[in-house]
């Protein structure tokens, strides 16, 4: 009978509080399948198939928070690094509740896993998905190990746990075979996934300010290191604007209602967290808040834009 300690132990591990941002991002591409799917009466809505892929990039997401972990104590960045709660690893490997060969197995067991749930999206769906699943695939493999080292790991956080994401979900639940992969990506999916993958970029990028010197003793080479915090919290609020900026394009554009705009009721909170990342970005105490803020603003902006989507299939005639 596995123990609840054990059960807590892993939920800590896969570090479960931050799997919500990849529910959050299939809700966006299952709310704009769900309007394609209104606007043109071609084909159906299977809440099935929306569960089935939800739990997929939940567990994928769960495989590369356990192979960053497993890379980091093998490094010993998790060793030094300056714990918060937004940043620094779970230290489960260090205190001796897990160890780095668990992790390691569950890591891949995770992944083969989210593997075969994609494998039956791109039987039933479109070979594109099969490709799109590949990146992510690289992405939570090498992230760590290559990507983090060599100034892509944000770039690649934001696109495979942000944009193809989105992309990825409104694929699955809308494409066909016969169906030509430029018909896949209308122009609404293709503008309102970016500001999610923005998002997941700054989630990341942020959250690198409390372990640059860490990270930097370690081998990592990320773009707070390439930077430094003070140069780098500039990028992080050029980043935000980026965001809002998109947001309100897609309606501009025509490519989406004004709903959309929902999505800027987290600006208040944006500028909040930018303010403060300009302010402390070398006082790493004071800066801790505003990584919880940022979380926030990534979670609820993408959670409005997925709400967003949802009324305007709702109101659709």
């Known amino acids: ?20 941002l990849a529910v959050f991002l299939c809700f966006i591409g299952l709310a704009l399948a769900g309007l ?19 739990l997929g990039v939940v567990i ?37 509740k897990t160890t780095p060969l668990a992790v390691s197995t569950a890591a891949w067991t995770t992944l083969f896993w989210a593997f075969l749930i994609g494998l039956y999206f791109t039987i039933m769906s479109h070979w594109m998905v099969m ?3 590949i990146i992510g695939a690289v992405s939570i493999v ?18 495979s746990l942000g944009s193809l994401v989105v992309i990825g979900a409104f694929v699955a639940m809308t494409g066909s075979a016969a ?18 993958g923005i998002l997941t970029f700054l989630l990341l990028f942020l959250n690198e300010f ?12 990320h773009l707070v290191i390439l930077l430094g915090r003070k140069k780098a919290s500039y990028l992080y609020v050029a980043g935000l604007v980026l965001t809002y900026a998109f947001i309100i394009a897609a309606p501009l554009a025509g490519l989406s209602s004004w709903w959309v705009l929902l999505g800027c009721l987290t600006m208040p909170l944006a500028v909040k967290a930018g303010m403060m990342a300009l302010r402390y970005s070398e006082d790493i105490p004071k800066l801790v808040p505003a990584l919880g803020i940022n979380v926030m603003v990534v979670l609820v902006t993408d959670l409005l834009l997925a709400v967003a989507i949802v009324l305007e299939m709702i109101l659709t005639v």
Request: aromatic residues 12%; charged residues 15%; hydrophobic residues 45%.
């Open 210 to 221: 409390p372990d640059a010197d860490v990270d930097k003793a370690g081998g990592r080479f």
């Open 179 to 196: 169906e030509s992969v430029c018909a896949l990506f209308p122009g609404e999916v293709i503008i309102l996934s970016v500001p999610p």
């Open 131 to 133: 490709v799109i699943m």
């Open 36 to 54: 394609f799917i209104k606007k043109t009466g071609v084909g159906s809505f299977s809440v099935i198939d929306a569960i089935v892929l939800v």
């Open 60 to 96: 994928a997401h769960a495989s590369v928070n356990l192979f960053n972990e497993y890379s980091d104590s093998q490094t010993g960045i998790d060793d030094n690094t300056r714990r918060t709660p937004f940043s620094g690893g779970t230290g489960l490997i260090q205190s001796g």
């Open 1 to 20: 009978m596995v123990s609840r300690e054990l059960v807590k132990t892993w939920v800590l591990q896969i570090r479960s509080n931050f799997l919500l």
């Open 142 to 159: 090498f992230y760590t190990t290559h990507f983090a080292r060599v100034l892509l790991g944000e770039f690649f956080a934001g696109l």
